[in-house]
């Protein structure tokens, strides 16, 4: 399940403001690359809305099926909040899994003769 965290505005290159929610699954126990040592985190991504501000504050705490997965991308820049900057080629996305649930449940009907 994923839970909405919270909500941001941001601004089209056309100058155009809208909203994204702060998507968040479930806590997670990762190893530490650096030290070895285990952490807990959690996956978080943003998902454009065509909702105004109060309904995205109105929706903070709903959940929803699904999962956050890592996906590949084209390199880009990203600044950590100590200043450094990084290169990553991945971004986080929100994947719904309805339809693959619908379909591992769906019977499809026999041809009658």
Not at 52 to 62: A, K, N
Not at 91 to 111: F, G, I, L, P, S
Request: aromatic share 10%; hydrophobic share 30%.
């Amino acid at each position: 399940m994923i839970s909405v965290a919270d909500y941001a505005k941001r601004t089209t290159k056309q100058g155009e403001d809208f909203y994204v929610l702060i998507l968040q699954g479930g806590v997670e126990v990762v190893k530490s690359q650096n030290t070895g040592k285990m952490y807990f985190t959690a996956k978080k991504c943003s998902v454009p809305t065509t909702f105004d501000e109060t309904t995205c504050q109105s929706v903070i705490g709903c959940q929803f099926p699904g999962t956050i997965k890592k996906v590949a991308c084209e390199p880009y820049e990203y600044q950590l909040e100590d200043g450094k900057r990084i290169t990553l080629e991945h971004t986080w996305q929100y994947v719904d899994n309805t339809e693959e649930m619908v379909k591992e449940h769906v019977v499809e009907e026999a041809e009658v003769i």
